[in-house]
């Protein structure tokens, strides 16, 4: 734990004092501020409230993501992998854009009923978003971002006027304590379920496939044994966490290891760290499928528990065992990968691969 000066921030990179900061949100609030670029949501965004709004929030789009949900959505999760990688086989592929993108996009699309046929546009709004979280509005971000509430604006009105079902309806139909939510915080979740929606899925199939191109043993090992599949999903977001980090404020005096931290003072809360904290996981920077995982903090913990964490699961798994399916091996591409230019979350922005069968 240490202090440092560009941000001001406590950075918090042990496993147990991560865990500790994630459950007690009394303490540790997220409502004044999460990252450089999201200082405050001031109760309109989900991920930047506090109970009881956070709870009457989250409440909106839950069922949207229970286990049933979720599982209903395998076939056609499926059918989209199936289609994605259709006619692909040993030549040089950006697997970024042949796959880990487009399928949570889509994905997502259709649970907030929104064309997928846009998702050209959801990136560059969606990478925007990004930059916003990391840095704040500006240049060609703040352009984006308001030309993607304007797009949302136009569907709300639409779902205003005809209620269909999909997400962006259930939103707009929802009450809480008997009053429809806002024009701003219909807008709010918009973003949020179209960013947390591909974002965090995009990095972990990525990062996944990049650590098994590595690995030819574990390819072969997973072929084998589909039993495996999920131990590797979990082990990819242990190992190569797709959210680094993001901040919390104390809401009183409190101390952490000794140390005092005052009211209204940011701690930073360091996943990835977190998930290699020797104390936590034996031989850290070993990729493991015997780990038999039942904790990490890859989608956070507590009440800001990541709302979408068994769907990115579940595409991850389809995505991978439909690989396996297909293809023998995997080696590197034509070209080098390049990772997102973020300090917040960590992918792939081109991941040149090619599928051999």
């Not at 040993?90 to 796959?99: M, R, T």
């Amino acid at each position: 734990m240490y202090h440092e000066p560009r941000f001001g921030s406590w950075v918090l990179t042990r496993f147990d004092d991560v865990y500790g900061v994630l459950r007690d949100h009394e303490t540790f609030s997220s409502a004044r501020g999460i990252s450089p670029g999201i200082n405050g949501g001031g109760g309109t965004l989900m991920i930047t409230s506090d109970p009881p709004r956070h709870t009457h929030l989250r409440g909106v789009v839950n069922k949207a993501f229970t286990p049933q949900r979720v599982a209903a959505l395998r076939p056609r999760i499926q059918q989209i992998v199936d289609e994605l990688l259709a006619g692909v086989g040993n030549e040089s592929v950006d697997a970024v854009a042949l796959l880990t993108y487009p399928l949570p996009v889509i994905v997502i699309a259709g649970l907030l009923g929104i064309p997928p046929t846009d998702r050209e546009r959801f990136k560059r709004w969606s990478s925007a978003v990004v930059g916003f979280t990391d840095t704040g509005m500006r240049g060609d971000n703040t352009l984006a971002v308001m030309e993607m509430m304007q797009y949302f604006a136009g569907v709300i009105a639409q779902r205003r006027t005809a209620l269909g079902d999909d997400l962006i309806s259930a939103i707009v139909a929802a009450t809480i304590d008997g009053e429809r939510l806002s024009d701003r915080e219909l807008l709010a979740f918009c973003l949020l379920l179209l960013v947390a929606g591909n974002e965090t899925t995009t990095n972990l199939i990525g990062n996944m496939l990049n650590v098994l191109v590595e690995r030819p043993d574990l390819w072969t090992a997973l072929r084998d044994n589909r039993a495996l599949v999920p131990a590797a999903v979990e082990e990819t977001l242990r190992y190569d966490s797709p959210v680094l980090l993001l901040w919390r404020t104390a809401t009183r005096p409190v101390e952490i290891r000794g140390t005092p931290i005052a009211e209204n003072e940011k701690v930073m809360v360091v996943y990835a760290a977190a998930n290699r904290d020797p104390d936590a996981f034996p031989e850290p920077d070993e990729f493991r499928l015997d780990r038999g995982l039942s904790r990490h903090v890859a989608f956070g913990y507590g009440i800001h528990y990541c709302l979408g964490a068994p769907l990115a699961r579940l595409e991850a798994e389809v995505a991978l065992n439909e690989l396996l399916d297909r293809f023998a091996r995997v080696e590197r591409g034509d070209g080098p990968g390049e990772r997102l230019g973020s300090g917040i979350l960590r992918g792939f922005k081109r991941l040149p691969l090619r599928f051999l069968v």
